[in-house]
């Protein structure tokens, strides 16, 4: 608005005339000078400059809006934004009907929590005919981790849709709607990136997953500026497809152990190696999501998947309309589902800690630190 043409603005034409004589075209370079100078400038009275510099003013200046109509605002831009549902009650209330259209949401937690099999039923969800509740569309799935498997897929699917997936033919062609691409580096991600956001659009996608972010980044670049730098361009880059192409964006990422000395060591790389640490307990209250500050803002959803006690729990840790929750849940031949629906309020430290007591299997850790 700054570089609006006074021309353009309705003024007299008489003092319009004159600011244009005097090359002063557009509102910031009148803005720019004190009525002082524009009197001096312009060799016109003070009421005649008083009057063109609030009519300048008021075309220019952004609106004021109350509370309640941007409240009101936001409540419809999230009306037509839309969502994926999970199928999962609870977590769907507390979302406010699923997975947000047009933002990142992240699945951070240990490997073999489930953060995998909750993404292969979200893909399910998005193909899924409309008229059975999907979004009838395709999906771009980024396996960074060669982590999905198209035989557990389909076991979702035919027991969660037995009506959809027993009749012939309709697990290929749900199958055939989800496009699996496996990035061996970081390199060969962004490479993608424009294609992935062209395809959006071409291919009728509705919904993209990255699994994972971490294992993309790490590696690719030492833990300095480097990485950071380059974290920070896909970032914005996944945010602006997200922003772009309003559709869910969700993206997985691991956990990290912080060691009492500040080190630092990232679950799923030791966990290819299949070596060990007994005492798991002294990394409990150590771990902590992978990727950094910088990461974490810029998701708006933040789910954690942990394992406390024996029991999986899935909490809501960060949305900008839902408590801090947790949901007790299990992992069943048609994937993640919640042992109830009420959640459990969290409070202080609960919220970002992220456990896996009780679950030996799910993650090791060995010695090796990376600088």
């Known amino acids: 608005m700054a570089n609006k043409l006074i021309s353009e603005m309705g003024l007299p034409t008489s003092i319009a005339n004159i600011f244009a004589a005097r090359n002063i075209t557009t509102a910031k370079e009148a803005l720019s ?10 060799d016109v009275g003070m009421a005649r400059v ?37 199928r999962l009650k609870g977590l769907d209330e507390a979302l406010g009907g699923g997975i947000p259209f047009g933002v990142l949401t992240e699945l951070v937690g240990p490997p073999g929590i489930g953060k995998t099999q909750f993404c292969l039923k979200l893909s399910l969800l998005a193909s899924l005919p409309a008229s059975y509740g999907g979004l009838d569309g395709r999906v ?8 999905f498997s198209s035989r557990r897929m389909i076991e979702i699917g035919s027991k969660s849709f037995p009506e959809i997936f027993h009749v012939e033919g309709m697990a290929k062609e749900m199958a055939g709607r989800i ?6 580096s970081l390199s060969e991600f962004t490479e993608s ?18 699994d994972s972010m971490a294992a993309l980044v790490t590696g690719e670049y030492d833990q300095g500026p480097t990485r950071q730098h380059s974290l920070g361009w896909h970032i914005s880059f996944v945010k602006s497809v997200a922003e772009f192409s309003r559709i869910p964006i969700v ?48 998701v708006t959803i933040r789910l ?55 679950h030996e299997d799910i993650i090791n850790f060995d010695s090796e630190r990376l600088q």
């Open 33 to 42: 000078l004190t009525e002082f100078e524009l009197m001096e400038l312009l």
């Open 50 to 86: 008083t009057s063109a510099v609030a009519h300048i003013s008021e075309i220019v200046s952004p609106p004021t809006q109350t509370a309640l109509s941007l409240m009101e605002q936001r409540v419809q831009n999230e009306y037509m934004a839309g969502h994926l549902p999970t």
């Open 140 to 147: 771009i799935y980024i396996d960074a981790e060669s982590k």
């Open 179 to 184: 496009l699996v691409l496996r990035p061996t």
């Open 193 to 210: 990136l424009q294609h992935i956001k062209i395809s959006l659009l071409q291919n009728h996608v509705k919904l993209l997953v990255i």
């Open 251 to 298: 993206v997985t990422n691991q956990v990290r152990s912080q060691s009492h000395d500040g080190t630092s060591q990232y679950s799923f790389q030791v966990e290819s190696r299949g070596e060990t640490v007994d005492d798991h307990t002294r990394f409990d209250s150590h771990l902590v999501a992978a990727l950094g500050i910088h990461w974490a803002h810029a």
């Open 304 to 358: 954690v998947l942990e394992a406390k006690a024996g029991q999986r729990f899935l909490k809501v840790a960060k949305s900008p309309i839902s408590p801090p929750l947790a949901f007790p849940f299990n992992i069943t031949p048609s994937g993640i589902s919640l042992l109830n629906d009420e959640g459990i309020e969290m409070k202080g430290p609960q919220i970002s800690t992220i456990h896996y007591q009780g």
